[in-house]
T-cell receptor
Framework: EADIYQTPRYLVIGTGKKITLECSQTMGHDKMYWYQQDPGMELHLIHYSYGVNSTEKGDLSSESTVSRIRTEHFPLTLESARPSHTSQYLC????????????????FGPGTRLTVL | KNQVEQSPQSLIILEGKNCTLQCNYTVSPFSNLRWYKQDTGRGPVSLTIMTFSENTKSNGRYTATLDADTKQSSLHITASQLSDSASYICVVSDRGSTLGRLYFGRGTQLTVWP
């Protein structure tokens, strides 16, 4: 069982609200990721980080923002939630030093299912 | 266009039976291929990782095969159990560098009935 945690697990919120999805890991991994996944669809990378003070946008454009002030913490923020943001958000971390080496196995958190009304 | 296609989309089998899930990819250049298991409402968990030179990799009742020439992989589950009910996701990496990325399939939803 990977030591990576996400809160809340479920969130139902009204349009226009600001939300922050929390992700933390206790494995000391430098690399962390945020994915978005709709039912029956593939995971899409929306943000990633190589370490403290490093954040990059992923393949799927997202209105969310992330920060990496501490190694273990990688929160995702939506300033103004909309129904189109309804989805499952998965956080992951890995210990690889670069790219997608064989050793760069990603450990996923349980996910946050977000519903915006 | 780099893609990962999985089949079947869904599968129902009886407990104790075997099954095989397929993954075809067009990702190039190829670095490695991973199979993940994702339980409903949970994050994916890695089952196997294979590089170009590996033809097969086992993890308990799970056996993955890779044919890098035809760009096909399969995941064989032996003596299925109710706990095998999950989505199985094939993920392909295009290179082992900072410029590389992961390509995710949509998964095969496996249901094991008693």
């Amino acid at each position: 069982e990977a030591d990576i945690y996400q809160t809340p697990r479920y969130l139902v919120i009204g349009t226009g609200k600001k939300i922050t999805l929390e992700c933390s890991q206790t494995m000391g991994h430098d690399k962390m990721y945020w994915y978005q996944q709709d039912p029956g669809m593939e995971l899409h990378l929306i943000h990633y980080s190589y370490g403290v003070n490093s954040t990059e946008k992923g393949d799927l454009s997202s209105e969310s923002t992330v920060s990496r002030i501490r190694t273990e913490h990688f929160p995702l923020t939506l300033e103004s939630a909309r129904p189109s943001h309804t989805s499952q958000y998965l956080c992951a971390s890995s210990e690889g030093s670069s790219g997608w080496e064989v050793t760069d196995t990603q450990y996923f958190g349980p996910g946050t299912r977000l519903t915006v009304l | 266009k780099n893609q990962v296609e999985q089949s079947p989309q869904s599968l129902i089998i009886l407990e104790g039976k075997n099954c095989t899930l397929q993954c075809n990819y067009t990702v190039s250049p190829f670095s490695n291929l991973r199979w993940y298991k994702q339980d409903t409402g949970r994050g994916p968990v890695s089952l196997t990782i294979m590089t170009f030179s590996e033809n097969t990799k086992s993890n308990g009742r799970y056996t993955a095969t890779l044919d890098a020439d035809t760009k096909q992989s399969s995941l064989h589950i032996t003596a299925s159990q109710l706990s095998d009910s999950a989505s199985y996701i094939c993920v392909v990496s295009d290179r082992g560098s900072t410029l590389g990325r992961l390509y995710f399939g949509r998964g095969t939803q496996l249901t094991v009935w008693p």
